[in-house]
């Protein structure tokens, strides 16, 4: 079922490889790659989401005004920390991928804005980043139905990468077989002196911004 998701996905992704985008295809970083970008525009007078309706916009060009300014906020912040491999972000991603996790991000913006749509009985999607069935962190923003953007907030990432960091050192541990287990102890050091030189770095941010 993974293995027939990345094919669509790829597929849709490579299909439009040729079409306006707002990033450059494959952007690569030193500790991560921003891979695509997707656009749910949402519509209370139809059933289902853009999802199940196969409405997904997978072109900047395609996307209406609202969605493409909230899209290029969201990249904006997520550039500036990839851009920056001393920064938090990649740092906590230059663990994760270090333990075997992904670290390529797929932009997602929702827009419920154009069609002044408010899911019923729910509230909006909210900003973040999550793993996408181990293939992708998703970084998604979206455009609130009275116009305002909220991308996903730096602390809220930290704290996420933070979870998906120790989650993905635990499983990588625990997939040791007992000749590599003994000899892990200098990688396991590693992790967690890593660890707390990011937690270091966290401190002293919040500490000069006043946090």
């Known amino acids: 079922m993974r293995l ?3 094919l669509i996905t790829l ?3 490579f299909n439009l490889y040729s079409q306006e985008r707002l990033l450059d295809p494959l952007a690569e970083y030193r500790y991560g790659t921003i891979a695509g ?6 519509d209370d007078s139809k059933a289902g989401n853009p999802y199940s309706r196969n409405e997904i916009i997978w ?4 996307a209406p005004a609202s969605a493409q300014e909230c899209a290029t906020k969201g990249y904006a912040q997520l550039i500036s920390w990839l851009e920056n491999p001393d920064s938090i ?3 906590y991603l230059k663990l994760i ?5 992904v670290t390529s991000f797929f932009l997602w913006t929702n827009d419920y804005s154009v069609k002044k749509a408010v899911i019923k009985g729910q509230n909006p999607r909210s900003a973040r980043i999550w793993n996408w069935e181990d293939m992708f962190l998703k970084y998604e923003s979206t455009v609130l139905p009275n116009g305002e953007c909220v991308i996903p907030k730096k602390d809220d990432v930290i704290s996420t990468l933070e979870k998906m960091a120790y989650q993905q050192e635990e499983e990588r541990r625990n997939n040791l077989n007992v000749v590599q287990r003994i000899f892990d102890g200098p990688r396991s050091k590693k992790f967690q002196h890593q660890l ?3 937690n270091l770095m966290i401190s002293r941010e919040r500490g000069a911004t006043g946090q």
């Not at 970008?37 to 949402?42: H, Q, S, T």
Request: aromatic letters at 26%; charged letters at 15%.
């Open 196 to 198: 707390d030189q990011i």
């Open 11 to 13: 597929f849709c992704f």
């Open 59 to 62: 072109s900047y060009s395609g």
């Open 89 to 91: 972000i990649s740092q």
């Open 4 to 6: 027939f998701s990345l």
């Open 97 to 101: 991928g270090e333990s075997g996790g």
């Open 37 to 42: 970008e997707e656009y749910w525009i949402f």
